[in-house]
């Protein structure tokens, strides 16, 4: 496999340095102290065009490579893993719409969205439906003032702030996941109910949200075809699961980073912490599950340039990533002592950040069933 990049995927590159050194990474700690939105950040990144990266250009957005868009989020989830976390619930509305919108829907919403204008949601889990979305019980009929949603979907990142949510409802419950459709639901549409953002474990400054929902939508709120949101879904979160391993793999790079750097400087028993071989070897553990994390997650994100399906790729690199981010976050609080468990240095956040990245977007189980099932086809 050959990762060779042109100018452009060079010049974004640089552009995202910049603006995470300068923006992302002075109000990261602040996030996760107060728990405060991570608007600010979002918006320096919306200003920038990084809300467009995983759009095409016909839609406003920047049309770089999968795998420069890779290096973007790597870079976004080194410095703030809660800017990273809405910023890529944002594209899995997006790439809702950019794969299951009708034309007019794309024309009129996408340009915003990489614009930095509108914020998006994806609403596909509930309460009694996580791991298996086909479960799912929100409800939308069709009436003759439109269609009638009811249901409750929960964990939605981004929910209250988002502008617009495309929400998974099943329109024909005797076809299983195929009587599931997806809709366009304006923020402020009367009959949404929002809870107040959950107490996470980390990820504090990106918010998620319980939403009720008891509504009438336009009938153009439809997202496509009836019926055809399941498979909207599933592929929207296989170009998902790429960007959960790039976060991984952000999260994994600052606490080796730390680490490497602490040892240097800790001196313990009269010679730098580097300098004792059990820490060293621990350094090297952490360093090689960091270059084999960053490995998958390339492979896939260059497999979802080839137009082809990739979900195996995606799932391995989503399950290899994430479970190496557990493994690197915690070899650094290891590396760091009692220095590495308070919140004066970021260790300590890196650790609790990277712990739902086994988590969302189907866990590191649901990615071995997907695995599995591939590769006993
Ligand atoms: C911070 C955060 C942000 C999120 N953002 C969003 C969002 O923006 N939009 C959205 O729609 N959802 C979002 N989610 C929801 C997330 O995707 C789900 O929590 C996740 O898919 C798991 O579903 P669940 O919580 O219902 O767990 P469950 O499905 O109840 O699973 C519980 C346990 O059972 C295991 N399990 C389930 N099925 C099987 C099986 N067949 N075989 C073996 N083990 C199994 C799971 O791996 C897990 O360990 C978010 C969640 C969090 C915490």
């Not at 949603?149 to 929960?154: F, N």
């Not at 750097?261 to 800790?266: H, L, N, P, T």
């Not at 009692?338 to 739902?356: K, N, Q, T, V």
């Amino acid at each position: 496999m050959n990762f060779t990049f042109n100018e452009d995927d060079i010049a974004f590159q640089d552009a995202a340095h910049r603006v995470c050194a300068e923006v992302l990474k002075t109000n990261a700690a602040r996030y996760d102290e107060t728990r405060e939105f991570c608007r600010e950040s979002l918006d320096a990144l919306g200003e920038l065009g990084f809300w467009g990266m995983n759009l095409p250009e016909q839609y406003g957005g920047v049309d770089i490579s999968s795998i420069a868009m890779s290096l973007a989020v790597e870079e976004i989830a080194y410095h703030c893993a809660a800017t990273c976390s809405s910023l890529t619930a944002h594209f899995l509305a997006t790439d809702s719409v950019l794969i299951g919108a009708t034309e007019d829907q794309k024309q009129t919403l996408l340009p915003q969205c990489a614009s930095g204008e509108k914020l998006g949601a994806f609403a596909l889990t509930e309460p009694g439906a996580g791991s298996n979305p086909a479960e799912m019980r929100t409800r939308a009929v069709r009436t003759s003032d439109g269609w009638h949603l009811t249901g409750t979907k929960h964990y939605i990142t981004n929910g209250a702030f988002a502008d617009f949510l495309v929400v998974y409802a099943k329109t024909d419950p005797d076809q299983g996941h195929r009587g599931i459709s997806a809709f366009l639901v304006d923020r402020h549409t009367a009959g949404l109910e929002f809870s107040s953002p959950e107490k996470t474990l980390g990820l504090r400054g990106s918010h998620i949200y319980e939403i009720g929902f008891d509504c009438v939508l336009p009938l153009d709120a439809l997202m496509g075809e009836e019926g055809a949101g399941f498979a909207t879904a599933m592929e929207v979160l296989d170009r998902g699961r790429v960007e959960v391993a790039a976060m991984s793999v952000g999260i994994s790079r600052a606490a080796r980073d730390a680490s490497l750097a602490w040892s240097k400087e800790r001196i313990v028993g009269g010679k730098p912490l580097c300098r004792h071989q059990g820490i060293q070897w621990m350094l090297a553990e952490m360093h090689a599950q960091l270059e084999a994390a960053k490995l998958v997650t390339y492979k896939a994100a260059d497999a979802r340039d080839s137009g082809q399906r990739f979900s195996l790729e995606s799932a391995v690199a989503k399950l290899v990533a994430s479970e190496a981010a557990a493994k690197v976050t915690d070899a650094a609080v290891q590396v760091h002592g009692g220095y590495g468990y308070i919140s004066d240095l970021p260790i300590e956040r890196y650790y609790r950040d990277a712990r739902i990245t086994r988590i969302f977007e189907g866990t590191s189980e649901i990615q071995k069933i997907i695995i599995g099932r591939a590769i006993t086809a």
